[in-house]
């Protein structure tokens, strides 16, 4: 299978300038396709992140290559990915890697002050990284009191991220019908860059959060 593999690779790497051939693949409880991206450029210093979609695995030739590059514009170093002996092993992590969601439910309030900043929603990936939906809000008047005057919400990606990068496909907030809370969401993908046999291994596991921000006291 490995022969046969970088013999693809090669081929695919002299006729074509930018080229693929698509594999089925089972993985105990799912199938996805894999993606075998030919690399015409293997002296390049840096590999861009192709497109693909959710239920893809992308396969990219490292060659002479030290960083790849996310669709963000991050550099990762190739010496930071995680390193697999077999495909058996990345099934494994693949199907693993989304670990909990927690609704936060609370916010930081600001004493005297019209603003504040509510962590409603985190959702773990991996050893220890974590998707964070935030809101910021404020409101008509001091130590969250009156009516909420605006609302805005974003995430972040922190923790033991190595190898992995979040990109946000959608966010949202609204009051509701009290008037007093917010409730927002947001969905995205957490991109995972694999190693194993000269190859980078890239896949998707898909994040949606939400929760409420209760301000107005």
Known sequence: ??????????????????GYSSI????DNFTYE???????????????T????????VRIPVGNAEYIKTKLGELIPIT???VFDSQTEINLYMNSL?????????NSIVPYATYGNAKVASQKFGINAY??????YSTSGNNNTGTITSHSPYTTFTGF???MSWEERHKSSRITSSGKDIYATASGEVVSYLLIDGLIEMGRTPANLSGYAYVIR
């Open 1 to 18: 299978m490995k022969k046969t593999h970088k013999f693809l690779c090669l081929l695919l790497s002299v006729v074509l300038s930018i």
């Open 24 to 27: 089925i693949f089972a993985a």
């Open 34 to 48: 894999i993606i075998d991206y030919a690399n015409t450029d293997l002296d390049s210093k840096i590999i861009e």
């Open 50 to 57: 192709p497109s693909f979609n959710t239920n893809e695995i």
């Open 80 to 82: 930071e990915l995680e």
């Open 98 to 106: 989304q670990v909990s969601m927690n609704s936060i439910s609370n």
């Open 131 to 136: 998707v964070n939906l935030y809101v910021d």
């Open 161 to 163: 991220t190595n190898g």
